[in-house]
């Protein structure tokens, strides 16, 4: 037994409180017409959150609350109460379950009241609740929401009348399907967010693969730079090496060198200042003495002069390559600005700068700062001012020249005076003309020593020159390639300073030129801002990622749904046709019974509907053979298309040839419908079934068969009849009889089977 007692107070004409306890299998009630039988079957419906007000005779939730009596004027209700208790205790049937299992208490109380201001309030066990609580609490233990287990009067044959599809509706809700059904209309719309979020995901992704592509080309550049660096670093600290080792073996090379004639330069110095005091002091020095001593001057005083020329020519000639140098760097640099790539985002925001500027001069005044900026410090006077230096260099440079020229030519006659004096001296014979000759040989001697000495000072000249340029390339290194590129000390401590003295200028020019070309390279691939550019591109790269598995996750989340409706499908369809066949087997026997023989089934068919080719669809069907059919097919212009699963009901009676619903008659309809109702109550019992006047239309003879069949249904379902039927009454454990009194409000009382036919009428 699962209904204990159901209370009613101030709902419809019970204006007192009136109890039903339900201590029997069946229930009768029983009273007059008008006496509010019928109000006790709508409670329960309301109790259990009916929210169709027509459907329970009103028009406002106001029509279910007491309203007053006529003659006594009895005070109308301000709410209507209804509460329904179940027997929740674990049953030896039930396999120790409860009714409801979620709830922990023997008893469990539903009540639902509804004020004059239309508003509701539910209670589960005395606490506020839900409707929805209400409801799932109830589909849980099979109440079903379709009620096909509360049948009101007059509505018997509701599934006789109802569509196919409505009356698969209610088969299903019987079959307890629904609540596959709601799972499946969940999966479905948890299905359309996921495809949603899908889109959203994918619409995500196609708007940054655009700039994930540019950041990657970057980052490639980047890598490439990188790349190129890195191989910089390798040939210059080689390079580094091998030169420093070079040089410190050519200097102290010409060191040695030099270091002998320079001693014998001073030696002969010494020398010549001796014989020239031997000639001073000699009291027969003559007149060519005294030219050879002034001659010697004379030409000492004109290589000092040259010396000197010839240094500052030096310092001139490095002073002009230096600025060719210079001048030369400042025109690569401003080639390679004319080809500079400027970043979009910076193009954006001059546009839109420019957007807000009305004339054109402004326009191209932005414009030119814009390019001013992106250009880097490029200073445009810078070249002319280097080649003006250049110019003034070369003028000071030809006026030193010119001057070297003209003591050339003084030199040479210098000289061939020499020659003549030192032959006129070679024919005589005496000391003088010795120590004259002394001075003589040391001079040529020196000429010969000099002429050693500048060859080296010039080799060794051009040794510096190339230590600067070393000293140059080792700063330019630093800020291209960074320290580590100077970094080559423990190279040239080692390996490289051994092989650098093997290693030919010619390899190390090759290397410088392979290492400018780098530079060039580097320079070329902007490596200007890669940090950033690396760092947006693993955020970018990561938020691609990020959404990539989200979509993966979605994309299972979606697999997984479309499982699940797939199963559910299969479960409802399955379930579904298994049920149909039990009920087909009990609306048979039951259906035999009833008419005493005959057949009764359920089939399912699919509705279908003929739809109204388009245009385009009727053209191509022209156009496709073998699509001439013969008639009774779909009329030109028509398509047949099937709708949904539905349930028909086939019936023949026996020893009549008529067959279909339409041809019963009143009693033969109420018939049927209450077979079907009871094979499927049979199939899947409810826990009540309340069945309002349903023998109304009944004869005496099948009025009992209707009672035999209430007795075996009684075995699995709670029943309460409403009836004015004798034989039904007789079936009851426990009957109720309800009187309207003068007042309008009705009275229940617990009555005896005999007194029932009396109170029934
Ligand atoms: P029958 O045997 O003819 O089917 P019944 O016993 O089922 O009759 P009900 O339909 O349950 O009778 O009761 C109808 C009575 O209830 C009517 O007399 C009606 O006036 C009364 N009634 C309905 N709503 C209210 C209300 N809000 N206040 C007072 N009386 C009401």
Known sequence: ??????????????????????????????????????????????????????????????????????????????????????????????????????????????????????????????????????????????????????????????????????????????????????????????????????????????????HIKFLRKQV???????????????????????????????????????????????????????????????????????EVIALETRLAGIRADKDAIMREL???????????????????????????????????????????????????????SFITRHRGVSDSSFIGEAEKEIATLMGRKADEESRLKGIGESESKYASEYEALKRAIEKEKDTNRDAEKDVFRIIARQNEVRGVIASLTGQWNALSHEEESFKRELGEAGNIAGREAVNYSELSSSS????????????????????????????????????????????????????????????????????????????????????????????????????????????????????KKSDAEELSGMLSEGDIEAGGMPGAGEEEESGPEGLDVNVSLPRKKVKGLMMLSGGERALTSIALLFAISQVNPPPFIILDETDAALDEANSRKYGDMIESLSKHSQLILITHNRETMSRAGVIYGVTMGADGASKLLSIAFEDAVKVAK
């Open 220 to 290: 490639e550049k980047i890598e490439k730079a990188e790349e190129m660096r890195r191989e910089l670093i390798s040939i210059y600290k080689e390079y580094f090496a091998q030169e420093e080792a070079y040089l410190c073996a050519e200097k102290s090379r010409l060191e040695h060198e030099l270091g002998a004639p320079k001693k014998e330069l001073a030696s002969l110095d010494h020398e010549l200042e001796r014989a020239k005091a031997i000639l001073t002091a000699s009291k027969n020095k003559d007149q060519k003495s005294e």
């Open 314 to 368: 030096g310092r001139l000639e490095g002073e002009i390559n230096a600025n060719r140098r210079a001048i030369e760097k400042e025109k690569e640099k401003q080639k390679r600005d004319e080809f500079k790539t400027v970043y979009l985002k910076d193009l954006e925001d001059v546009v839109g700068t420019l957007s807000s500027l009305p004339t054109v001069a402004e326009i191209i005044q932005a414009l030119k």
């Open 1 to 210: 037994m699962h209904l204990k007692s159901l209370e009613i107070s101030g709902f419809k004409s019970f204006a007192k409180k009136a109890t039903l306890s339900f201590t029997s299998s069946i229930t009768g009630i029983v009273g007059p017409n008008g006496s509010g039988k019928s109000n006790t079957a709508e409670a329960f419906r309301f109790v259990l959150g009916e929210q169709s007000i027509k459907s329970l005779r009103g028009k406002r939730g106001e029509d279910m609350i007491w309203n007053g009596g006529s003659e006594s004027g009895a005070g109308r209700a301000n709410r209507a109460t209804v509460s329904l208790v179940f027997d929740n205790s674990p049953t030896r049937a039930g396999g120790g379950q409860r009714m409801f299992p979620s709830i922990d208490f023997d008893e469990v109380k539903v009540e639902r009241v509804v004020n004059r201001d239309n508003s509701n309030e539910y209670y589960l066990n005395g606490s506020q609740v839900r409707l929805r609580d209400i409801m799932e609490l109830m589909a849980g233990a099979h109440v079903g929401a379709t009620g096909h287990h509360i049948i009101s009067q007059g509505e018997a044959d509701r599934i006789l009348t109802a569509s196919i599809r409505e009356r698969r509706e209610i088969i299903e809700d019987a079959l307890g399907l629904k609540i596959h059904q709601w799972k499946k209309l969940e999966s479905i719309r948890k299905l359309e967010r996921t495809e949603e979020n899908m889109k959203q995901v994918e619409s995500l992704r196609r708007e940054i693969a655009p």
């Open 496 to 611: 490289a300073g051994a092989s650098a003295a093997s290693s030919s200028r010619a390899d190390q020019a090759d290397k410088r030129h392979h290492i400018e070309k780098l530079k060039i390279r580097i320079e070329d691939a902007g490596a200007g801002g890669g940090s950033e550019v690396l760092k947006e591109y693993k955020e970018t790269e990561e938020r691609d990622a990020f959404l990539a598995r989200e979509l993966e996750d979605l994309g299972r989340a979606k697999e997984e749904l479309l499982k699940l409706v797939a199963e559910l499908d299969a479960r409802i369809d399955y379930e579904f046709k298994s049920g149909i066949l039990k009920i087909n087997e009990q609306f048979q026997s039951f259906f035999t019974l009833m008419f005493g023989g005959g057949k009764a089934e359920l089939t399912v068919i699919r509705e279908t509907k003929r739809r």
